[in-house]
């Protein structure tokens, strides 16, 4: 069985390789199948049905060979091969659709992030541009500061003049009181 297997195996191999499928045409197919139901052999591939070795049969060399048994193909394989490949292709496009929208979604972020990114880029040019505009004007006043901190030391130093001149006016105050008393 194991050789019989090997040969159908190689015949198939070869035939596929040469780009061939194996159909109810081929010398392969009449050698394992038989025809049912009266059909022509080239009409239809599911009409298709092993054929029962006769036992006992003496090849050339005088030994007897034993009936393979070969299971009965499925009737609708066919039809379930179509559906296979139907709900495959299915499946792999709603994959490649998962997959171009998550690139979609992907490519709708990025541009999102780009402006989002240029209204930032946007924002930061505006607040160097009054940062420059507050500096020049800060330049501008700095004069005027100049002068209030001058003002300021003035200002305490004619107020620790005034203390002074408070506390010597009270001790002056003090002296002509007791001058007046005597």
Do not use: W
Request: hydrophobic residues 30%; contains cysteine.
């Amino acid at each position: 069985m194991a050789d019989r297997e090997r040969e159908t195996g190689s015949m198939e191999n070869s035939n596929s390789s040469a780009g061939q499928a194996l159909g109810p045409n081929s010398a392969t197919d009449t050698a394992l199948f038989g025809q049912i139901r009266g059909s022509d052999p080239g009409t239809d591939a599911d009409s298709y049905m092993p054929v029962p070795k006769k036992p006992g049969i003496h090849n050339e060399s005088g030994v007897e060979t034993a009936e393979e048994a070969v299971e009965p193909a499925e009737p609708d394989i066919n039809e379930l091969c179509r559906d296979m490949f139907d709900k495959m292709a299915v499946f792999l496009q709603g994959e490649l659709t998962a997959t171009c929208e998550d690139y979609k979604l992907v490519e709708n972020m990025n541009k999102l992030t780009s402006l989002k990114y240029m209204e930032m880029k946007d924002i930061s040019i505006n607040i160097s541009r009054n940062l420059k505009d507050l500096n020049q004007k800060y330049a501008g006043l700095q004069p005027y500061l100049d002068q209030i901190s001058q003002i300021e030391e003035q200002v305490t130093a004619l107020e620790q003049a005034a203390y002074k001149l408070d506390t010597y006016s009270k001790k002056l105050e003090a002296k002509f009181k007791k001058l007046e008393k005597r």
